[in-house]
């Protein structure tokens, strides 16, 4: 039980993580020949990371009481403790978080939207 707690718990801090990474992928994926294809496939994961993340929220504090504050980069308020992660280890767990959304159980379909193709300049 206490495993399956850290994990929802780093699975909290790594959602917002995984999100501002998704949302910069979106950025470079304008400047790609194809990139509508990957910018519809990254806006449907960062809504389903949205709604999932805000699920998991209330899980946490109405189910298990759990109130998580983020502090500073890499610092933690869990219920009035303090934790800190490493660079590492953030970066270990977005990447964890990320690659259940891409090729993991969270990986799912996508609906094409209709863009504007934009030719080469």
Known sequence: MLIRMNELIKKYIAYPL??????QDLERFKSFEVGNLYMDMVESIIERMHKDYYELK????????????RLEVGKYQINKEVVEFTSDELKKMTEELMSEYL???????????????KPDE
């Open 18 to 23: 995984a999100v501002t990474v998704f949302k």
């Open 103 to 117: 090729y993991r159980d969270k990986a799912s379909g996508f609906e094409r939207q209709e863009r504007v193709w």
């Open 58 to 69: 209330a899980d946490l504090i109405s189910n298990h009481h759990i109130d998580i504050r």
